[in-house]
């Protein structure tokens, strides 16, 4: 069983600051993925990457499968970024996800 | 297109009584998968499934049923609720870049 760990557990910043939220796991996987949750539920898909990075717009993913870690980097935080980010891992079958406890992220105005 | 959806949004059961969950989606997607989200413990996969007719276990499958008869429908069903299966349930598709989640259900078992 793969685990999953985030760190920090809690984020508090403020507007316009650079922010970063780590992931780590223990077993080799096929894919990795960032997942937003904001208040009321929704859960909605931000990145899925085997390798490398992906941006769009203010957010930017970095996986290194070797260190088996990845980053998700929020660039000019804005309150409506205030949500919680889940990491979750792949391992051979793609329906088949691990998760993260999940980062709640505050960002004040 | 609708993306997906489940029902009921929110459900109040008593323990011992039965239900299914209903989740659907319109994108072809192959995978499906069913998680419940309790405080503190995250995300968890309940069942799973790679294609009609072919179903598998997740991480905490007891006390739940699935069945794929199509492309489409993926329901989960609880034979005989328990207080402990009180919980937001999320069904989710795989698509070629990303999962997609339905709205969540809010099922609370007295």
């Known amino acids: 069983k793969n685990e999953v760990e985030q760190s920090p557990q809690n984020l508090t910043a403020q507007e316009g600051e650079f922010i970063t939220i780590n992931c780590s796991y223990s077993v080799g996987i096929s894919a990795l993925h960032w997942l937003q949750q904001h208040p009321g539920g929704g859960i909605v898909s931000l990145f899925m990457l085997s390798s490398g990075k992906k941006k769009h717009g203010r957010l930017i993913a970095t996986i290194n499968i070797q260190e088996k870690h990845s980053s998700l980097h929020i660039t000019a935080s804005h309150p409506r970024d205030s949500a919680v980010y889940i990491c979750?891992?792949?391992?051979?079958?793609?329906?088949?996800?691990?998760f993260g406890q999940g980062t709640i992220l505050t960002v004040h105005p | 297109n609708a993306g997906v959806t489940q029902t009921p949004k929110f459900q109040v059961l008593k323990t011992g009584q039965s239900m299914t969950l209903q989740c659907a989606q319109d994108m072809n997607h192959e995978y499906m998968s069913w998680y419940r989200q309790d405080p503190g413990m995250g995300l968890r996969l309940i069942h799973y499934s790679v294609g009609a007719g072919i179903t598998d276990q997740g991480e905490v499958p007891n006390g739940y049923n699935v069945s794929r008869s199509t492309t489409e429908d993926f329901p989960l069903r609880l034979l005989s609720a328990a207080p402990s299966q009180t919980s937001v349930y999320f069904c989710a598709t795989q698509g070629y870049n990303e999962q997609f989640f339905g709205p969540g259900t809010r099922l609370t078992v007295l």
């Open positions: 979750a891992v792949g391992g051979t079958s793609y329906g088949k996800l691990t």
